[in-house]
């Protein structure tokens, strides 16, 4: 991911795609350090965030076998 937004944006990932449960997730920009998930049930390998504050403010994203119900990461 490449620009602040929400996790479930398509638009915000390279090769326009959420990542899927195969994929090592990475978040990796300076000038906008917000992240929200906001819906919907992902599951990633890995997610390495170095841009900021994740924001899970709905839904579940799981990490290999650790899920995420909505809170704050930062």
Do not use: C, E, Q
Request: aromatic residues 10%.
């Amino acid at each position: 991911m490449d620009d602040a937004g929400d996790f479930g944006d398509l638009t915000r990932w390279g090769g326009y795609a959420v990542p899927g449960a195969g994929t090592d997730a990475v978040i990796n920009f300076a000038d906008r350090p917000k992240i929200t998930h906001s819906s919907g049930t992902d599951i990633v390998n890995s997610l390495t965030n170095t841009a900021g504050k994740f924001f899970m403010t709905g839904g579940f994203l799981t990490a290999a076998d650790h899920a995420l119900p909505a809170s704050t990461l930062a």
